[in-house]
């Protein structure tokens, strides 16, 4: 994260275009015209990561070795808005694709419960 501290506006935006193009590159050696089919982006980096997603330094990736407060760090599917589910790394049971996809498994399943379409319940 040290990398993105103490730069000014402008030196981030900048930042965060080189990092684009850096990463649109590498993928367009597998897809050659994905840049021209991009009608809209938005970059994150590890600034946007610990400002929205509450990210310890921003981190991605295992969860980081500080001490978490208490068991669960990390909300379950529920929000506090009727119908509003939040699903992916920032939920339990954390980061990486298969956690990130159980996440997803859950939450279709509760709602699937609350709708009565699940043969079984999961615990509120």
Same mark, same amino acid.
């Given at each position: 994260?040290?990398?993105?501290?103490?730069?000014?506006?402008?030196?981030?935006?900048?930042?965060? %275009? %080189?990092?684009?193009?850096?990463?649109?590159?590498?993928?367009?050696?597998?897809?050659?015209?994905?840049?021209?089919?991009?009608?809209?982006?938005?970059?994150?980096?590890?600034?946007?990561?610990?400002?929205?997603?509450?990210?310890? %330094?921003?981190?991605?990736?295992?969860?980081?070795?500080?001490?978490?407060?208490?068991?669960?760090?990390?909300?379950?599917?529920?929000?506090?808005?009727?119908?509003?589910?939040?699903?992916?790394?920032?939920?339990?049971?954390?980061?990486?694709?298969?956690?990130?996809?159980?996440?997803?498994?859950?939450?279709?399943?509760?709602?699937?419960?609350?709708?009565?379409?699940?043969?079984?319940?999961?615990?509120?």
């Amino acid at each position: 994260m040290n990398e993105w501290e103490n730069l000014s506006r402008k030196e981030y935006l900048k930042k965060k %275009e %080189e990092y684009f193009e850096f990463i649109i590159n590498k993928i367009s050696k597998i897809i050659p015209e994905i840049k021209d089919s991009i009608d809209h982006k938005e970059i994150g980096t590890p600034k946007t990561h610990k400002k929205f997603l509450g990210r310890f %330094e921003g981190s991605y990736g295992p969860i980081p070795n500080k001490k978490l407060l208490g068991l669960l760090p990390m909300p379950f599917n529920t929000t506090n808005v009727k119908n509003l589910y939040c699903v992916g790394d920032s939920c339990f049971p954390g980061q990486g694709l298969n956690a990130v996809a159980f996440s997803g498994y859950a939450c279709a399943h509760k709602v699937g419960s609350q709708l009565k379409i699940n043969s079984s319940k999961l615990p509120d």
